[in-house]
């Protein structure tokens, strides 16, 4: 299968795509591993996306698509799970263009969708797992759940820390913010027939042992 998820970009620990992927059998493909690897690797499209992160500009969707083609092209035929691309209309224009010249057109985009109780849960679990501690090398970090604010790290002995940027509110608003963003893109795919949407409650795997479900159940 070829799929599109649509995905929150704030998760830390293992999202239910990940789960998806395996019960699939495909890659899962992230925007942000393909930039990774582009820059580790000194290639012409991590040397340029390199400049621009260290400029602080704007990624341009040209350079978007050039990494996502590259990929994609190896990726075509096996089948992926591509997270955390398109997140504009603009760019789902170009990706479908890309599979139809590929022949290899989506089978279905799923969307994981947080409300209510669900969001609560995913906003304490994450901000929990978002421990900084005052050593900045360490690399130790607490179990989901488990942050004790007033303890002191047993790897480093400094005591816990937390950013700003990884405190409830900041993250419910990253969240907020997320939703209005993708919605174009939730709609240029419910347009097409493609979109299909997947309440986040429980385990990540019980959310993948759901959208897998209802993935078989919309390529029937």
């Not at 849960?121 to 050593?135: D, I, K, N, S, T």
């Given at each position: 299968m070829r799929v599109v998820i649509l995905e929150p970009t704030a998760w830390a620990w293992e999202t239910p795509g990940a789960s998806l992927a395996r019960y699939l059998a495909v890659p899962r493909i992230t925007f942000g591993d393909l930039v990774r690897e582009h820059i580790h690797k000194g290639t012409g499209l991590g040397l340029r996306t390199r400049q621009i992160l260290d400029s602080g500009g704007?990624?341009?969707?040209?350079?978007?698509?050039?990494?996502?083609?590259?990929?994609?092209?190896?990726?075509?035929?096996?089948?992926f799970l591509l997270a955390h691309h398109p997140f504009t209309a603009a760019q789902a224009l170009?990706?479908?263009e890309l599979l139809l010249e590929l022949?290899?057109?989506l089978d279905a985009v799923l969307s994981l969708r947080l409300h209510g109780e669900g969001?609560?849960?995913?906003?304490?679990?994450?901000?929990?797992?978002?421990?900084?501690?005052?050593?900045?090398a360490c690399s130790h970090r607490p179990a989901a759940g488990t942050l004790?604010?007033?303890?002191?790290?047993d790897v480093c002995g400094d005591d816990l820390r937390r950013r700003r940027a990884d405190e409830e509110n900041t993250l419910r608003g990253h969240l907020g913010k997320y939703e209005v963003m993708?919605?174009?893109?939730?709609?240029?795919?419910?347009?097409?027939?493609?979109?299909?949407t997947v309440d986040v409650v429980g385990t990540p795997e019980g959310t993948a042992d759901r959208a897998l479900t209802a993935l078989r159940q919309r390529i029937r």
């Open positions: 704007p990624f341009p969707d040209e350079l978007r698509a050039a990494i996502v083609r590259e990929r994609l092209c190896r990726a075509a035929d096996e089948g170009t990706l479908d022949g290899a057109p969001l609560e849960r995913h906003v304490r679990r994450e901000a929990a797992g978002r421990a900084r501690f005052g050593q900045p004790a604010a007033e303890s002191p790290c993708v919605e174009p893109v939730t709609r240029h795919y419910a347009e097409r027939g493609l979109l299909v």
